[in-house]
């Protein structure tokens, strides 16, 4: 963490430096640096187990993202539902987390990573049998894939399953 802390000092002072007409894509890049560091901060609170202000801060950048103008491919290329979702799995609150995933399902019908993180927000709640249903989907997304990732988000791999 004091490595990830001194790296989060010096992309703040890039983000300050930027300037306030700066674009990427159809956005400001301000928009952009604050729903990274938003992902940033939720992510470091996930990593020292303060699972309730990370999954507060990641709703901030939620809605900053839904707020984006379109583009294709999207200006915040990973959405941020992955990580919230794998962040409140993380703190046993499945049912929320199958919200967040089916939120994205709406914006990114058929999405391997949501998909997966729905199938084991409902094996957490004990609803097997729609569990094995979003595990029929996904199987269907990741068909031809070349990885087919056990987790939403890679930021929780290896923590989530010791919660469900």
Known sequence: MPEARAERERFLAAKKATPEDAAFGNNRASDLLEIAARVLD????AQE????EAASILEEAVVREAKLRYDEPPDW???VRHTLGAVLLRAGRAAEAEKVYRADLAVWPDNGW???GLRDSLRAQGRAKE?????????KAWADADI???????CQAGRIAAHQ
């Open 42 to 45: 939720g992510e470091m609170l």
């Open 49 to 52: 187990g303060k699972l309730a």
């Open 77 to 79: 290329i990973q959405p």
């Open 114 to 116: 949501s998909l997966t």
């Open 131 to 139: 569990a094995r249903e979003a595990d029929a989907r996904l199987g």
């Open 148 to 154: 087919r990732p056990s987790v939403s988000c890679y």
